[in-house]
């Protein structure tokens, strides 16, 4: 069977196709790199239809890496630890760099506002030394997408409307989520003063600008939850809230979002839970790609309902899912595997398989932090927006004078460089 | 009754005999065989001899299906060499084989992620097709993920 001598094997003269296959298999950072290795890998490197393959294998690799984030208590900084779902005790040590300002900045001015797709959004207060840390000033607030897979990270340019006055009681809401239509990854911004809507603000990384809409949150909705512990929310281009209806907050309903169209629109509870007494435990989420809702009965039992037709109400269909679990436990939401995640006061977060009825536990809980929980995906998404230096323009307010009357343009020239030599600089041009 | 024989071709017109419920492994093949059962002889002109040789080893393999995952990951670590590597990985492709098209593809994945760009391109063989003033640009524009 001995063949004559035959000419190596060149890639170029294999199919694309083959290409494909070898490079999917290779991490995002590595993948950045080996654009520059010739004109048609950087050509297959940059195809909208390989950056979208290489994220799916991502996503359903059995390895599944959890990170958790933990906001910071008191004297606390801001964290974020990996661990293998396989063994979640462990910890992973140098998987990921922390982005400078993530772990210089005083813990509790770092809020996480959501993730999605291997893409992490944040944002933090920018230094003012004329307040505590701990009072918001929307102006000071810089927001950014992370990608830990390449080290990137993309500063947001500052939004329109912001809260009149200090201290008016205005909450200001955010979520992070992709359409799959139009794919692009948006940041909804929700106000509310005095129990009335203010108008919505989404941010769009297609367009790196925010736009304002014209359709507001639904009125007689008085208050939501919006928690996104586990941040699977928004896979098919819809963010979700559980709201509360009325002055006395009994009758509660879900608010949707739909990313692509920018409408608000909204879905029944199962019947038997839109009068129940509103519990702070309640949550929504996503199971096998279908929205549910995680109820607490007033024993503490949870239930897991499940939306098999989405926008039907009468599709709600209960599930047994966590009997095995007893005790109580504060539901977090499922992972995108459809492991089920929760914290209890003994053992800390948990994590439950309903294919095997097996439980891990994960440890590490402190009452004084809240934890978020999401999925590391290798992530190509946003390969270039950091190039030498990005132009942005922020608005930065003079301190202790109303904020509209005094908003000042500044230029922010940002350098970013993240890897190897790992410096953040950042210059600041008053104009 | 005796366990029917299939005949393979490679590109260079070498012949290889395997047992049909071993050779319909190949998605590829398993279609010919549908389509065309009666078929003596199945040319394969894209794939060599080594190559085929290769193939037919992986296919007559004895494994428990429990460690099969083992078993292909094992034959394809044997077969350290690039372009050996590369040729197997075509070949599985082509005959749709797909546990061993994953395991050629994760090796060779393996092999070249921590390779320099230079290093990249000699082992697979690749033209740089960029002017130096190009390749600078290029490079400027990743630098962070050097």
Redesign the interface.
């Given at each position: 069977m001995a063949s004559p001598h035959q000419q190596p094997t060149t890639i170029e003269n294999l199919p694309g196709e083959l290409l494909s296959e070898i490079l999917i298999r290779i991490p995002a950072k590595p993948l950045a790199r080996m654009r520059c290795v010739s004109k048609p890998w950087n050509a297959v490197l940059s195809k909208p239809s390989f950056i979208k393959s290489h994220l799916h294998r991502s996503m359903h690799d059995d390895d599944e890496i959890l990170l958790v984030l933990a906001d910071g208590g008191l004297c606390v900084p801001f964290s974020m630890t990996a661990h293998f779902s396989q063994s979640p005790r462990l910890e992973l040590t140098n998987f990921i760099k922390l982005p400078v300002m993530l772990s210089q900045y005083e813990s509790e001015t770092v809020q996480f506002l959501g993730s999605v797709n291997g893409l992490i959004c944040f944002c933090y207060q920018s230094d003012n030394d004329d307040f505590p840390y701990h009072i918001t000033l929307y102006t000071d607030l810089v927001i950014q997408i992370w990608n830990p897979s390449l080290s990137t990270v993309l500063t947001l340019p500052p939004f329109q409307l912001l809260p009149n006055r200090y201290f008016d009681f205005t909450n200001v809401y955010f979520r992070f989520g992709y359409d799959p239509k139009t794919d692009d990854y948006k940041l909804v911004k929700l106000m509310s003063r005095s129990q009335e809507w203010l108008q919505v603000e989404v941010y769009s990384l297609r367009k790196d600008s925010w736009g304002l809409l014209t359709q507001r949150f639904p009125s007689h909705v008085i208050e939501i939850d919006n928690e996104d512990s586990v941040s699977v929310d928004g896979y098919d281009g819809r963010l979700h809230w559980l709201g509360s209806i009325g002055k006395e907050k009994k009758l509660r309903t879900i608010v949707a979002f739909d990313l692509g169209m920018e409408t608000f629109s909204e879905t029944s509870l199962p019947h038997s839970l839109i009068d129940h007494n509103v519990s702070w435990l309640d949550t929504l989420g996503v199971i096998a790609g279908k929205l549910c809702l995680l109820s607490c009965t007033e024993n503490l039992k949870c239930e897991v309902w499940v939306m098999n037709e989405y926008g039907v109400a009468e599709s709600w269909v209960k599930h047994d899912l966590l009997s095995e679990l007893s005790g109580v436990i504060y539901p977090y939401g499922f992972t995108l595997s459809n492991k089920f995640l929760y914290v209890t006061f003994a053992d800390g977060i948990g994590m439950y398989d309903q294919i095997s009825a097996d439980t891990k536990i994960m440890g590490m809980t402190s009452l004084h932090r809240t934890y978020k929980i999401v999925r590391y995906v290798e992530s190509l998404v946003w390969m270039a927006p950091i190039r030498s230096s990005i132009l942005k323009t922020v608005n930065r307010v003079r301190a202790g004078v109303d904020l509209q009357a005094w908003l000042t343009l500044t230029l922010i020239v940002c350098e970013v460089t993240w890897g190897f030599n790992n410096t953040y600089r950042k210059k600041m041009v008053q104009i | 009754m005796s366990k029917k024989t299939l005949t393979l071709m490679?590109k260079?017109k070498?012949l290889?005999n395997i047992e049909e419920h071993l050779a319909v492994q190949s998605v590829t093949i398993r279609n010919m065989v549908k389509e065309d059962g009666a078929s003596s002889v199945i040319p394969l002109p894209r794939v060599?001899?080594?190559t085929l040789?290769l193939v037919i080893e992986y296919l007559n393999r004895q494994q428990a299906p429990e460690e099969d995952e083992d078993y292909v990951k094992k034959f394809v670590d044997e077969r350290g060499e690039i372009?050996t590597l590369?040729?197997l990985?075509?070949a599985a492709?082509d005959l749709d084989i797909k546990k061993l098209?994953d395991a050629a593809?994760?090796k060779?994945?393996?092999l070249?992620?921590?390779f320099t760009?230079e290093e990249?391109?000699e082992a697979?063989?690749?033209?740089?097709?960029?002017t130096p003033e190009e390749?600078k640009a290029?490079?400027?524009?990743?630098?962070?993920?050097?």
């Open positions: - | 490679s260079d070498q290889f060599d001899s080594e040789a372009p590369l040729e990985a075509q492709l098209m593809c994760m060779v994945a393996d070249i992620k921590d760009l990249v391109r697979l063989r690749i033209e740089n097709d960029r390749e290029i490079r400027d524009e990743f630098q962070w993920a050097f």
